[in-house]
């Protein structure tokens, strides 16, 4: 039904800037909440960002303005600009989605049922 396939992970320099996306290629076209989860070694996996259908975006307490979360419903696809990288931003980003839509602000930071394989983020120099 939902199908989710990252792109845009790679090494950047602290400091530097990515733009990851995710692409919906499920039959399930129209989702709710959508965003980007992480998991570094020996860490939980945690909630970058999320973005409901209706655009309001939800951050992880640590992006502090750095990242800026964004959809495009038309196409099923949700995307997450990275600026001013951290080494501590390294790890495994991973596109999430679900089909249910919230009004609970909770709820929209949970994870959801659908998740991409997950793309590779490294900041070093």
């Known amino acids: 039904q939902v199908h989710l396939v990252e792109s845009g992970g790679g090494l950047v320099q602290p400091g530097g800037s990515l733009r990851l996306s995710c692409t919906n290629s499920g039959t399930m076209r129209s989702l709710g909440v959508m965003g980007w989860f992480r998991e570094a070694p020996g860490k939980q996996r945690e909630l970058v960002a999320s973005i409901t259908s209706g655009g309001t975006p939800n951050y992880g307490d640590f992006v502090k303005g750095r990242f800026t979360v964004s959809r495009d419903n038309a196409k099923s696809e949700v995307y997450l600009q990275m600026t001013n990288l951290r080494p501590e931003d390294t790890a495994v980003y991973y596109c999430?989605?679900?089909?249910?839509?919230?009004?609970?602000?909770?709820?929209?930071?949970?994870?959801?049922?659908?998740w991409g394989q997950g793309t590779q983020v490294t900041v070093a120099s």
């Open positions: 999430n989605a679900g089909i249910q839509r919230y009004a609970s602000m909770m709820l929209n930071r949970k994870p959801q049922p659908y």
